[in-house]
Structures are given as C-alpha cells and as structure tokens.
C-alpha cells in the first residue's frame, strides 16, 4: 500500500511536535527517505504537470511546514543561498543533485551581499535526504531530469532570502 501525502503530513507533524529541534528534523529526514522510495507516491505527487519546478503539495495549518514537489527537466544549477529564517530538508526521487555546502567568508551589511566560499560537495541520490538548519548555505546542481520533495519549515514564498554571493 502506498504512503500517502496525509500520512506524510501527520507523521511529519508528530515528529516535530514530539522534538522540534535538530532530532525532530533528523526524524523527519527518515520519513523523506522513506517516502521517496515509494513508487506509486512519488509517481502520483511528484509530475512535472504539478511540480515544474515546484509546487506546494501541503501547508501546516498548525506548524507551519510545507511539503512541496519539484521537477526539473533540464538541468538547473543553483547559486549559494540559505532559507532565511526557515529549515529545509531536500530528499531526491529521481536523478542525481549534486550538493555544494558554503562557509561564510564575510558576513553581508545592508545592501552588501555575505560572501561565501565552498566547503564541502557531495551528491544526493534517490533515496537521499539531507536537512538544511537555519543560514545553512547550499548550492544544488542538477544536470538532467531530477525529481524531488522539499520538506519547508516555512512555505518560502512568504520567506525574505539572504543576499549572498560566492567571493
């Protein structure tokens, strides 16, 4: 039987209700993980008719978190970037993204930008999930067809960014 958004939704609530700090996410990771294995789930949400490139498949009426679905058909290579004042956690279906983590080199004031310099790349496969906490800098590169979940600790349309560029 299939894991359902519902599902999905109701287990990610409870973890992070049970511990909302890096253990709950770490949780919630496991049922990213869990849910990007499942054939018929990943099949139904996750197209690119609904997801090009992303689409907000649940909101948190409660916490807040947002369970979204992205499709990318080409390839799309990211700049640095945080999520403000949100957490993220990216978990692949299909294809490969490959991950650049960034260090602060100079922390940006005003309209100055921060200034970052790579640190550490790995890349995600199906299967893999991988929690970005608060002002974590990361960079995804994707060079074909790529399916994913993004679990938001807020929906970041509604999130102010950072300014920051690679020095």
Same mark, same amino acid.
């Given at each position: !039987?299939?894991?359902? *958004?519902?599902? $999905?939704?109701?287990?990610? /609530?409870?973890?992070?209700?049970?511990?909302?700090?890096?253990?709950?996410?770490?949780?919630?990771?496991?049922?990213?993980?869990?849910? $990007?294995?499942?054939?018929?789930?990943?099949?139904? +949400?996750?197209? @690119?008719?609904?997801?090009?490139?992303?689409?907000? *498949?649940?909101?948190?009426?409660? $916490?807040?978190?947002?369970?979204?679905? +992205?499709?990318?058909?080409?390839?799309?290579?990211?700049?640095? +970037?945080?999520?403000?004042?949100?957490?993220?956690?990216?978990?692949?279906?299909?294809?490969?993204?490959? !991950?650049?983590?960034?260090?602060?080199?100079?922390?940006?004031?005003?309209?100055?930008?921060?200034?970052?310099?790579?640190?550490?790349?790995?890349?995600?496969?199906?299967?893999?999930? +991988?929690?970005?906490?608060?002002?974590?800098?990361?960079?995804?590169? /994707?060079?074909?067809?790529?399916? *994913?979940? /993004?679990?938001?600790? @807020?929906? $970041?349309?509604?999130?102010?960014?950072?300014?920051?560029?690679? @020095?």
């Amino acid at each position: !039987m299939t894991y359902t *958004l519902e599902q $999905l939704s109701a287990d990610i /609530r409870q973890a992070l209700k049970a511990d909302s700090g890096i253990a709950g996410k770490q949780e919630v990771c496991k049922l990213v993980s869990k849910v $990007l294995r499942d054939e018929e789930f990943v099949s139904k +949400h996750l197209t @690119a008719e609904q997801c090009r490139p992303r689409k907000v *498949l649940y909101e948190d009426p409660e $916490l807040g978190f947002c369970i979204c679905g +992205h499709v990318y058909e080409t390839a799309a290579h990211g700049g640095p +970037h945080d999520h403000g004042t949100s957490w993220a956690i990216y978990g692949l279906a299909t294809g490969d993204t490959e !991950m650049t983590d960034w260090r602060i080199v100079k922390k940006g004031e005003g309209d100055e930008p921060t200034l970052v310099e790579p640190a550490k790349t790995y890349v995600l496969k199906p299967g893999d999930s +991988h929690f970005y906490d608060v002002g974590v800098v990361h960079s995804p590169k /994707r060079d074909g067809y790529t399916r *994913l979940v /993004r679990i938001e600790g @807020a929906n $970041l349309d509604h999130i102010k960014r950072s300014n920051i560029k690679a @020095a």
